[in-house]
């Protein structure tokens, strides 16, 4: 037994199968027989492996399997089938594009010739750097937040903001490690881990959570949790053992700490689900005369925040748009489809979200535009 993951899930696969199979149909029509069953050996890979991932995305079977083949399974299904799809649609229009005239002017036809090789090999190019390179380019990234009326205190406070680990097969232990060191490097006040430790409950926990206790900061290691905690079903066990290792992940739960004579007020909530109302009850966490800082791993819940009194908030859960392409001076990438709040600070009215790329990646195992980061963020008044 398999359940594939709701409405979106049931979406996409149709919508990936569906497109390659017209794209396979169209290219079989004009092409003699060897280059017909070429097509149609390399359509039933796509869709067995599409198929496979579906399948490895249910928990109930994916504990079957070890962390790398559950993981390798999605992964590779999702990137297959985009591939494919990317290619098969650039093959296509280069066709269109050099369709030969009436001139056959050679050099005309080199030229296109060489167009054509150009569009098929974009989309392997492009893939690949953000698949083997640009994926690794962890990077330290500072950022000032102005908060008007900033207790003296406060002025200059580092917060060092770590996300979307997606520890699996696509993210090893050594890079968590580089991503710890680097944090401590920034030597903050406080530290915060705002959700997606791992992607499935077949990814290592344990050895995150063993990774995490390595962060050092001066007033400790906070944070919240992220849907793919939800989706593991491993919200209880993370909260618990995270407190074991000396780290506090605030569930619909606030912790006040003292800076001089000045007060910081942590407010922690889980992932908010899109189909119910956004931060039910957490005015209720809000502590009057401090600075209140809210942790919610997604950040659309920005608007609403701002309305209860919260100041600052700070998320993840976008991966930055993960692959972004700036076109006509536009920002194109999936994430932007459910939230405006993609990738860095945002500001409405006096309240302010700072939204990290963090670390991780889900789906495609590639970063285009969007490099992972360890954020540091220092609080300043205005």
């Not at 796509?46 to 490895?56: A, E, N, R």
């Not at 167009?115 to 893939?127: E, S």
């Not at 430790?197 to 206790?213: E, H, K, W, Y």
């Amino acid at each position: 037994m398999f359940t594939i993951r709701g409405l979106p899930d049931m979406v996409a696969f149709f919508l990936v199968a569906s497109t390659q199979t017209a794209f396979a149909w169209g290219l079989q029509r004009r092409r003699p027989g060897r280059s017909k069953r070429a097509i149609t050996a390399a359509w039933a890979i796509s869709m067995v492996v599409l198929i496979l991932g579906v399948i490895l995305r249910s928990t109930r079977v994916a504990r079957h399997f070890p962390a790398w083949a559950s993981g390798w399974g999605r992964g590779a299904a999702i990137a297959w089938a985009l591939m494919s799809v990317l290619m098969i649609g650039c093959y296509e229009l280069a066709r269109l594009i050099a369709r030969p005239s009436a001139d056959h002017n050679p050099a005309r036809r080199d030229l296109l010739r060489a167009f054509r090789c150009a569009l098929l090999g974009a989309p392997i190019a492009a893939v690949g750097y953000g698949t083997f390179v640009q994926r690794f380019r962890l990077r330290l990234r500072e950022q000032n937040i102005a908060i008007p009326g900033l207790p003296a205190d406060l002025d200059g406070l580092r917060i060092a903001q770590l996300t979307d680990i997606h520890l699996s097969p696509f993210l090893s232990v050594r890079e968590l490690e580089r991503a710890v060191v680097m944090a401590n490097e920034a030597r903050p006040h406080l530290t915060l881990v705002t959700g997606d430790l791992i992607t499935s409950g077949a990814d290592p926990l344990d050895d995150c959570l063993r990774n995490l206790a390595f962060l050092k900061a001066d007033a400790g290691v906070f944070g919240c949790m992220g849907n793919h905690e939800i989706y593991a079903d491993t919200e209880s066990y993370t909260e618990r053992e995270a407190a074991r290792l000396g780290m506090s992940f605030l569930r619909q739960k606030s912790k006040t700490l003292r800076f001089g004579a000045s007060q910081l007020n942590l407010a922690g909530v889980d992932y908010q689900r899109f189909n119910k109302p956004y931060l039910k009850g957490a005015e209720k966490l809000i502590v009057p005369g401090a600075l209140n800082v809210l942790l919610s791993h997604n950040p659309d819940v920005f608007p609403v925040a701002a309305a209860k009194g919260f100041p600052l908030t700070v998320s993840g859960h976008t991966h930055g748009g993960q692959v972004r392409v700036e076109i006509l001076r536009q920002d194109l990438n999936v994430a932007r489809l459910f939230t405006p709040y993609v990738d860095g600070l945002y500001q409405k009215g006096e309240s302010s979200i700072f939204v990290s790329r963090g670390i991780g990646t889900i789906g495609l195992p590639a970063r285009l535009g969007a490099p992972p980061e360890v954020a540091l963020l220092k609080l300043c008044r205005t």
